[in-house]
């Protein structure tokens, strides 16, 4: 059964940066359509950025100009660069990963951005 375990949350100040990382324990991770989703307390989880196993990249608008996800087949891992951290960026992160019909969710790692 494949296995995403996110790392990199924790408390910024506003304005401050972070790097979240999801490693998957597939060999086929290439093959994987890989998303970050976030959630807020009280809100529902939604879609920060994602990247195809061709490259291409989507962002939500929130974090356009802000975020980047990139990925490293060779390490089985998919990247979540933030800057200019704002207190609304404040969440739990999700890796998610898609191939065909399979889905697989990390367990989450926790961003607080204070003001």
């Known amino acids: 059964q494949v296995q995403l375990v996110e790392s990199g949350g924790g408390l910024v100040q506003a304005g401050g940066s972070l790097r979240l990382s999801c490693v998957a324990s597939?060999?086929?991770?290439?093959?994987?359509?890989m998303t970050w989703y976030r959630q807020a307390p009280g809100k529902q989880r939604v879609l920060v950025a994602g990247?195809?196993?061709?490259?291409?990249?989507e962002y939500a608008d929130s974090v356009k100009g802000r975020f980047t996800v990139s990925r490293d087949n060779a390490k089985k891992t998919v990247y979540l660069e933030m800057i200019n951290l704002k207190p609304e960026d404040t969440a739990e992160y999700y890796c998610?990963?898609?191939?065909?019909?399979?889905?697989?969710w990390g367990q989450g790692t926790h961003v607080t951005v204070s003001s």
């Open positions: 990247i195809t196993s061709e490259g291409s990249t």
């Open positions: 597939t060999n086929i991770f290439s093959n994987y359509n």
């Open positions: 998610h990963g898609r191939f065909w019909e399979l889905q697989v």
